[in-house]
């Protein structure tokens, strides 16, 4: 495996990445890129090229944490720095694995020693060795919210904390911050996209010339990779000496009031939440300028600027894709193109301008009536669509007899076409019984690193969340026995115990969508698949895994397999269609199986099954106990699930709640799905209750 770099300039393509990537090496207060894109687009590949573009560093000698001579951190836990001798090194280029732990990245306290020995053993994690380098996370969409949360903390701060049960250790941690994901496996949520300074839109070219010159560079440097390197060593040089020249001007760029003016009505037209966007927006053309060798912010800064930053600012729910209207960019930049003028003063008694007065049949100025239509002021109706007016018909004519709409739902055997969602709203919240072990999010009960402690018990691995109560309830009867003769407690490394936290977790949803004729009714589907997206959404804020399942017709089809992208989930439900037979049991079993492989993938995250349908079962004389039969699988596994009654009329069969039944679960119906109706209920309740306690105590007191 070669060392060598691919060259950033051997990259074919990809212009606004380039970009938005040296914008930050030129100024690092942009506050980093979000890189999304599909796989296979050279993210990963032009990342690791900017660190070679990056001028090196003088650092402190034996400072774990490059300290820069010229203005050593005064916390820093290898100061304090009174021998500054220092060394050239090149800038770090620090990758963030998917699954790193919480400690690995702030670094880790030895709390054994620390209470023994009464020492801050101290051992620096990925922050510190990044400081005045590039903190790189490819997939930064995969990572556990609390380690993006953390990340983004430290990187707007510039320093990073370590808090271990009273010892507290804190560095610098400066860094340019790039992460990189595709959008397929999940989003991030709006707060997290907003902490990243710019973010670029990738995907690959279309162009068959440009895709095979992207093959040939590829071929050639795995065949001599540090031949490929020499080709571009002098753009690369030419490059890395831009971005040094550009750093020394950035100081002196100048982002003048009608530049400011601009930013700050973009922001307000495109309706951004917060101030950060403004700011973002005005370091990144600073640095523009910088970079094109200017001394002054012009408006195509600005609009650069506002095309980076302000994209994934302006997302207001989680199935809303990143983007901006060109249109409205460019309007809102020209109205506030030029300073503001003062108030004109009002003029003299002048002469009022003439009105064009009446038309020739007394009506405005085009003729006709007071109205502009035709000589009785009413006007000629204007045609609907361009072309002449229809001729209406006399009141009296009979319309042409129209063949009377079906009642009943269409036919079995026919297809219907897609139907629109209704609209989102927030629902209840449905668990997994127990406490789990599972990943981090805001649905279950499970043991996580975050929450609140329960109970202590002994470590499992090194200790890293130390129970002081319990490690001295331990050690305490066997201080005598151990000789102890002074202040300080005698332990042992069998006293120590670790906290027990129980916070929430996220899950599998598994989806299992009733799509056959008897759901196709064009009101009811949309309330249906507005159910449904509903559930979508509180998955997405939750942090779950989802998957989707559909069957009708002749079989079961996994329409979804489990990812985190709900967006393409919610895509998926919006072109379901509807018609043919109803085979549930077929869906129930295909579920089944869907589980049965992700439990082998994941053991520790908890499957939700969510079912929607009517409970009815066809295609066949025994598909009902064919269903039943099926259910009962997930009640002996005890899968816990839902099933969303989507029953309607006033005549039911109750089907979907003995299903529930079989499957041990729990069933809701539409309306009862909604978290309001719900609330209101409870709100109801508690205002009968005030109110038979007012009656109450009335008829006491009247006693």
């Known amino acids: 495996m070669t060392d060598v770099r691919y060259p950033f300039t051997a990259i074919v393509g990809m212009a606004d990445l380039r970009l938005g990537l040296l914008l930050n090496a030129v100024s690092p207060a942009v506050g980093g890129v ?21 001028p090196s560093i003088a650092a402190v000698d034996g400072c774990r944490f490059a300290c820069d001579p010229a ?12 021998s500054l001798g220092s060394h050239e090194r090149p800038s770090q280029l620090v990758e963030l694995p998917v699954g790193v ?32 380098g590039v903190l790189y996370i490819d997939e930064v969409n995969l990572l556990q919210d609390h380690v993006v949360d953390l990340l983004l903390d430290a990187a707007a ?8 049960e009273g010892v507290s250790v804190r560095h610098a941690a400066r860094f340019l911050l790039v992460g990189t994901m595709n959008p397929e496996e999940g989003e991030l949520r709006p707060q997290l996209l907003d902490r990243f300074g710019l973010t670029v839109e990738i995907a690959a070219t279309r162009d068959p010339a440009e895709r095979a010159e992207v093959v040939r560079r590829r071929l050639a440097y795995d065949a001599d990779p540090a031949g490929f390197a020499a080709r571009f060593a002098a753009e690369e040089r030419e490059l890395a000496e831009h971005i040094t020249a550009a750093r020394e001007l950035l100081p002196k760029v100048e982002l003048t009031d009608v530049a400011l003016r601009q930013i700050t009505a973009v922001c307000a037209a495109f309706e951004v939440d917060g101030l950060r966007a403004d700011i973002v927006m005005a370091r990144t053309a600073v640095a523009l300028a910088a970079w094109t060798g200017r001394t002054e912010v012009l408006e195509e800064d600005v609009r650069k600027a506002a095309q980076l930053a302000l994209p994934h600012r302006r997302r207001r729910n989680p199935f809303d894709a990143p983007g901006l209207d060109e249109e409205q960019l460019d309007r809102t930049l020209e109205e506030h193109a030029q300073p503001e003028d003062p108030e004109p003063e009002p003029e003299g008694d002048g002469p009022e301008p003439e009105d064009d007065g009446p038309g020739p049949d007394g009506g405005g100025p085009d003729g006709g009536g007071p109205d502009g239509g035709g000589p009785d002021g009413g006007g000629a109706p204007e045609p609907s669509d361009g072309g002449a007016p229809e001729a209406s018909a006399p009141e009296d004519a009979e319309a042409p007899a129209q063949p009377p709409v079906p009642a009943q ?3 079995p055997a026919r297809e ?42 002994r470590p499992q691995g090194p200790l890293s969340r130390l129970h002081l109560t319990a490690t001295l309830q331990a050690a305490a009867p066997h201080q005598v026995a151990r000789g102890r003769d002074g202040r300080a407690l005698v332990l042992h490394k069998d006293d120590f115990r670790e906290q027990v936290r129980q916070g929430r977790e996220s899950n599998l949803v598994l989806f299992v969508v009733d799509a056959s004729g008897s759901m196709a009714a064009r009101q009811r589907m949309t309330a249906v698949k507005g159910a449904v997206l509903s559930l979508l959404m509180d998955a997405y804020q939750r942090r779950d895994k989802i998957g989707m399942i559909t069957f009708r017709g002749a079989g079961a089809e996994l329409a979804l397999p489990p990812t985190s992208s709900v967006e393409v989930g919610a895509a998926r439900l919006e072109s379901l269609p509807t018609g043919g037979r109803t085979p549930l049991a077929a869906g129930l079993l295909r579920a089944h199986e869907v589980l049965r492989v992700e439990r082998l993938r994941d053991p520790n995250r908890r499957p939700l099954l969510v079912v929607v349908t009517d409970g009815r079962a066809t295609g066949g004389r025994d598909a009902l106990a064919q269903s039943q039969r099926a259910a009962a699988l997930f009640a002996a596994q005890g899968t816990a699930s839902v099933v969303l009654d989507c029953e309607s009329g006033p005549v039911r069969l109750g089907l979907a709640r003995t299903l529930a039944g079989l499957l041990g679960g729990s069933a809701v119906s539409l309306d009862e799905l909604r978290a309001e109706g719900v609330a209101s209920l ?3 309740n508690r205002s009968v209750s005030r109110s038979v306690n007012r009656s109450t105590t009335a008829m006491r007191k009247a006693a």
């Open 34 to 54: 979000l890189v999304r894109g599909e796989k296979g687009t050279a993210k990963s590949t032009m990342v690791r090229a900017l660190a070679g573009l990056l």
């Open 71 to 82: 203005a050593p951190d005064p916390q820093c836990p290898d100061g304090p720095h009174t």
């Open 101 to 132: 732990a919480e400690d690995r990245i702030v670094g880790s306290l030895d709390l054994e020693r620390a209470l023994a020995e009464g020492v801050k053993a101290y051992e620096p994690g990925l922050l510190a060795k990044a400081h005045r």
């Open 157 to 164: 701060m510039g320093r990073s904390y370590v808090e271990r």
């Open 409 to 411: 739902h269409p036919s």
């Open 416 to 457: 219907s076409a897609p139907v629109a969602a209704g609209e989102p709203y927030r629902t209840r919240l449905f668990t997994v019984r127990g406490t789990g072990h599972g990943a981090q999010g805001r649905r279950s009960p499970a043991e996580t690193s975050g929450g609140h402690t329960i109970r202590a018990r």
């Open 682 to 684: 409870v709100r109801e």
